[in-house]
Nanobody, 124 residues
Framework: QVQLVESGGGLVQAGGSLRLACAAS????????MGWFRQAPGKEREFVAA????????YYADSVKGRFTISRNNAKNTVYLQMNSLKPEDTAVYYC?????????????????WGQGTQVTVSS
């Protein structure tokens, strides 16, 4: 079992930056693949980024590639999402998720644990 709590969301102007954090409690955080997803009003949840248990492998949605960076600190049981050059279309509730796996997972249906989400709003 792992519990996830996101933080770092807020209101930012287009072109600005935010850093989201997801703190995990429970055992064996370093065994989990971690992912970030987002859901905008009236839209389906979509994959944003994922990172392997070691941090050696990452994967990004095309819409955020080159602007967002996922990272993790296993000693602190935390995964981060650095978001730069934010656009109004990045506005959504951002969720972190966890699953025990040997490689990066991009399907939300495969994740077992989810946080409560943090709101990111980008104004134009």
């Amino acid at each position: 079992q792992v519990q996830l709590v996101e933080s770092g969301g807020g209101l930012v102007q287009a072109g600005g930056s935010l850093r989201l954090a997801c703190a995990a409690s429970g055992r064996a955080f370093s065994s989990y693949v971690m992912g970030w997803f987002r859901q905008a009003p009236g839209k389906e949840r979509e994959f944003v980024a994922a990172i392997s248990w070691s941090g050696a492998s990452t994967y990004y949605a095309d819409s955020v590639k080159g602007r967002f960076t996922i990272s993790r600190n296993n000693a602190k049981n935390t995964v981060y999402l650095q978001m730069n050059s934010l656009k109004p279309e990045d506005t959504a509730v951002y969720y972190c998720a966890a699953v025990i796996a040997h490689k990066v997972v991009i399907s939300g249906a495969d994740y077992n644990y989810w946080g409560q989400g943090t709101q990111v709003t980008v104004s134009s």
